[in-house]
Each structure stands twice: as structure tokens, then as C-alpha cells.
Antibody
């Protein structure tokens, strides 16, 4: 059974940093690109970043470029999102997702990140 | 930047009725990289359709995707009680994934 387990969320102040993590199981992790998708309270999903299977190619939404860094450790079946210079508008549930046919076929349960002074 | 527009915003139906949801892109979606998701309160989105018309394993065949270019449709042939939810379309192009604003299907 495919599982994605998100962790690392929390409450931080504007300008601070946080790292969210995802551990995958039930499939060959390095066969897939992975993405982070976020969803602010009461809003729709929003793509944040995608990393290819071996970590060589990363893409970012414009609103996080230069602030967030996606990475993966295939030996640990893990995906990470390092978030720096956090803003109140970054408050959201952050989902780890598996990319399949340019869509997201599996989602984690989400990690809640709250940015507030 | 490609923008996705979904209509209607809300669709009120009775169980057993047919639901037709629209997703329109501001530019053509290449290779039909268009997907549909269902989201219920407190849950992560669930992939219903990818490649405009393909269903993942386990998705009931009452969910049908169609369309190409800039106009796509999700049809639920007979709405079941568990289908009342919010539906999002999503496209991929030039290394960017974009979601639509969603259509809420609620009980009439």
C-alpha cells in the first residue's frame, strides 16, 4: 500500500525557517518525481515545488523562488521542503504528493504550517 | 501564465442526477495534461481523472473526463451520496502545475 507521511509543521514567526518532511513507503521511491502542494485554509490547492527522481531538477512556483528548497534522500525514501523567510501568506497545509502522468496520484495527510507574529 | 476557470462555482443536485463540471484554460493544455480531483472536508484531494480522460485504478466508472485544447469536462453520470464534495481541475505545462478554483457539488 502506498503511503506518504508528512511531518514537521508548526507555528513560526514571520522571517523564520521551518523544514517539512515526508516519508514514503509501498512503492519504489526513486522511480517517481515528487511534489509539494499547499492549501491555505478555505482555499484550493496550490503547487509549490517538484523534484525529479534523482534530485537533479527542481521547479518552483514563483512565489517561493529563492525562499524554499526541495530535496530528497532516496536511501531514506524521504522528501523535504526547507522553507526560509516565511511570510503570513505561507500559512497552509503542506502536502507531499507523488507525480504520475503530470498529476498527483497519492497525497500525504499534510503538515500544517502557521506563520504568525 | 495559464489560468484555469471552473464553472459553475456551485452545482446543486439530487442523488441520481447527472453532474457536468467545466474547466476552461486560458491557453491550450499540451498533451492533454489535465487532471480532476475530488476533495471532501478534512481530507486530501483524491485523483479522479488524469490525461483528460483516464481513470486511476479504483475510481468508479461513473466519473468520466473529456475534452481537449482549452475546454475540459468532468461528468458524473449518476451522482451518489458520497460524491458531494469540491472538484478541482489541474493542468501541467512548462514545468508548472496549476489548479482551478474548484466547483462545489452540493445536495439540492
Amino acid at each position: 500500500e502506498v503511503q506518504l507521511v508528512d511531518s514537521g509543521g508548526g507555528v513560526v514567526r514571520p522571517g523564520e525557517s521551518l523544514r517539512v518532511s515526508c516519508v514514503a513507503s509501498g512503492f519504489t521511491f526513486d522511480d517517481y518525481a515528487m511534489s509539494w502542494v499547499r492549501q491555505a485554509p478555505g482555499k484550493g490547492p496550490e503547487w509549490v515545488s517538484t523534484l525529479n527522481w534523482n534530485g537533479d531538477v527542481a521547479d518552483y512556483a514563483d512565489f517561493v523562488k529563492g525562499r524554499f528548497t526541495i530535496s530528497r534522500d532516496n536511501a531514506k525514501n524521504s522528501l523535504y521542503l526547507q522553507m526560509n523567510s516565511l511570510r503570513p501568506e505561507d500559512t497552509a497545509l503542506y502536502y507531499c504528493t507523488r507525480v504520475y502522468a503530470k498529476a498527483y496520484d497519492y497525497w500525504g495527510q499534510g503538515s500544517l504550517v502557521t506563520v504568525s507574529s | 501564465e495559464i489560468v484555469l476557470t471552473q464553472s459553475p462555482v456551485t452545482l446543486s443536485l439530487s442523488p441520481g442526477e447527472r453532474a457536468t463540471l467545466s474547466c476552461r484554460a486560458s491557453q491550450s493544455v499540451s498533451s492533454n495534461f489535465l487532471a480532476w480531483y475530488q476533495q471532501k472536508p478534512g481530507q486530501a484531494p483524491r485523483l479522479l481523472i488524469y490525461g483528460a480522460s483516464s481513470r486511476p485504478t479504483g475510481i468508479p466508472d461513473r466519473f468520466r473526463g473529456s475534452g481537449s485544447g482549452t475546454d475540459f469536462t468532468l461528468t458524473i453520470t449518476r451522482v451518489e451520496p458520497e460524491d458531494f464534495a469540491v472538484y478541482y481541475c489541474q493542468r501541467y505545462g512548462r514545468s508548472v502545475f496549476t489548479f482551478g478554483p474548484g466547483t462545489k457539488v452540493d445536495i439540492k
